[in-house]
């Protein structure tokens, strides 16, 4: 008699938009999803098979929820690393494993990561204090960033000149070199328990110029075949020595020198591949998906290309969420809208994105910018 | 100060595959759902923001499940039409509208509404029992349908001689001349409050000749302009005559003459749509929720061409279900493997579906074939 294999168990830490948008994926696959978070109104939370109410930064709560479980994975790497780790001997597996959250939680172990594995980066020192940083002056311009507990752009501090030392950080952090940034990209990067590796096309950010947020984002960046190779290999590079599965997203600046340039990554579903869902074969969720539950990898070719404009709470608009512009940019031919179901809005947070397919660029850009103008999250 | 409207409450009658679909696609809008359904661990049970355990049924319980709702749709004919006519006159909107199901549930009904409104249909019979099936013996070949309570196959029988009146229905039925089919078709038409329409593109539906069960399902069919004039006609008269608002698959017939007729609607998101997910710019299931979330209606043009392989529970087999070819057709390039998460294979039971996209027929087919061959639900 043959033995029915039982349906995996997996768990997430975090209940957010990506854990959502995980969620949305799992239920193609025979998988039985567990989330853990301790906003029970989260954008996941309903759509899990076993919610968790609980703080994923606590050894007890994370371990406890792990410890029946196939495998986890994280939507945010502020979890509690010790427990992961304790389970991970244990025998679940953790996608990222562990040891590479360690890494990445940690701005100054992530630096030097980069500089002991040969993958170039802007140079940096390491200030442990705010005397560290006033005697780095002749560093600057430089940028800023804690080593820990920094995200969604806190922690970080752009200091142009002496007059902004008092800005900075008196905790350890990374002062790195500013750089003359001529494109900023993300390169999208999916590794299985057997080293195999599949690459997204890369994707080009859009930055608006006066709010410094994420506007846009262009998939296939325009890259030349040089840089795109250059570009690929130190993805590659920064992934395979992790030696982890898992799916990461490598931020790379090409300078104006066309130097390619690591400033971050992330290691789990990101921002940077939400065009995936519909203007490619295998979204960045299937693939994870894929790799926990031990498929083949996916297809990550581009059905189309693709510009993916975050929708962002306004400016001096906070509390019950309406959506002003959402019938208008409905009517898109080709726009596919995600609200993440946040019932509150704030300046700055976000609300879900909109992923415009065409084959024409001018087309793209024409119909995201007027998206971006349309669809606003007011209060 | 501007009031921010509340999220709708949205029920679904039924938590099969169709009702896991519509929850995959709820998560991209501002929208709370509810599923009424028996079963507590149905294909839809998890997703959504609130379960009811409950007889879709009875009067009571649909009743009482709807009342406190903005709107309510069906993922199954056989609900409690009196139920939704109440709570339609108390002001919840209805996708489609009660008085369509009563039409469309019985088989008698729903052919007379054809004749009534000089929609092409075979020709046909009513037959109160077994003494009016023998007195219509000169009308075989013909096709013996039950006017209420068959579905899924049952209640259908196939006469083709006086030595098979025996298998035919001693209760109210229809009985329609046997139709030289050419091919089967189906046409996905959408249809909102205001009366605005869209077409996808019409199916063809491929039949396995041993078992006669739908196999493959193409996507465009290959019809001449004539014909798919014809049958856009066709499809907008039955819908645009029901007077409602919804998701209609209007099936039909070209005969061998290049006529069409139709066979039999459903109003509702339907498996002839499955593949509209990823091979369309709006599918079936995100049409849907802009009808009832009163959205613009969406692109129903095709990315590329597709077919939809139903993945059904092999003879022989029942028991808790295993994948065997998962993992192979999982590395099939363009493939997208829907499993619908139900616990037990038997026989005949629809498991999943998988719908690959290429722009080359010949691809399409030769994948598909593979498909059908290798991912096969055991127990």
């Not at 978070?37 to 968790?52: G, I, K």
Request: glycine share 8%; hydrophobic share 40%; charged share 25%.
């Amino acid at each position: 008699m043959k033995v029915s294999p039982k349906i995996p168990q997996i768990g997430i830490l975090g209940g957010g938009q990506l854990g959502r948008m995980l969620l949305q994926a799992a239920a193609n696959y025979p998988v039985h999803v567990h989330v853990l978070e301790n906003d029970t109104e989260c954008p996941a939370a309903h759509l899990s098979q076993v919610f968790t109410k609980g703080d994923i930064r606590d050894f007890e709560t994370v371990y406890n929820f792990g410890k029946n479980l196939d495998a986890i994975t994280i939507e945010i790497e502020n979890v509690n690393v010790e427990a992961l780790e304790k389970l991970e001997i244990e025998g679940v597996r953790i996608f990222p494993r562990p040891a590479v959250l360690r890494t990445i939680k940690n701005k100054i172990l992530q630096k030097e990561y980069y500089r002991s594995h040969q993958i170039p980066t802007a140079e940096f020192l390491v200030t442990e204090n705010r005397r560290d940083l006033e005697e780095a002056a002749d560093f600057l311009p430089a940028v800023h960033k804690i080593g820990e507990g920094g995200y969604d752009g806190k922690g970080v501090q752009l200091l142009y000149g002496k007059e902004d030392l008092g800005k900075g950080f008196d905790a350890p952090s990374v002062l790195e070199k500013m750089v003359p940034v001529h494109k900023e990209i993300a390169q999208m990067v999916a590794i299985n328990e057997k080293g195999e590796t599949a690459l997204y096309p890369p994707v080009e950010m859009l930055f608006d110029p006066e709010l410094n947020l994420l506007d846009y984002q262009l998939c296939p960046a325009e890259l030349s075949t040089q840089t795109l190779s250059r570009v690929e290999a130190i993805a590659l590079s920064v992934v395979k020595n992790f030696n982890s599965p898992g799916i990461f997203a490598v931020e790379m600046f090409v300078d104006k020198n066309g130097d390619v340039l690591v400033n971050e990554t992330a290691p789990r579903v990101h921002n940077s591949g939400h065009h995936t869902i519909e203007a490619h074969f295998s979204s960045q969720f299937d693939m994870l998906w894929r790799l926990i539950l031990g498929y083949p990898l996916g297809n990550t070719e581009a059905i189309l290309p693709s510009i993916m404009i975050n929708i962002i709470g306004a400016e001096g608009c906070s509390g019950d969420v309406y959506y002003e512009g959402l019938e208008e940019v409905l009517k898109t031919s080709n726009a596919f809208v995600h609200l993440y179901g946040k019932k509150q809005t704030k300046p700055g947070r976000k609300m879900g994105h909109v992923t415009v397919l065409s084959a024409d660029k001018q087309d793209l850009l024409h119909k995201s910018n007027r998206i971006r103008k349309t669809l606003l999250p007011k209060a």
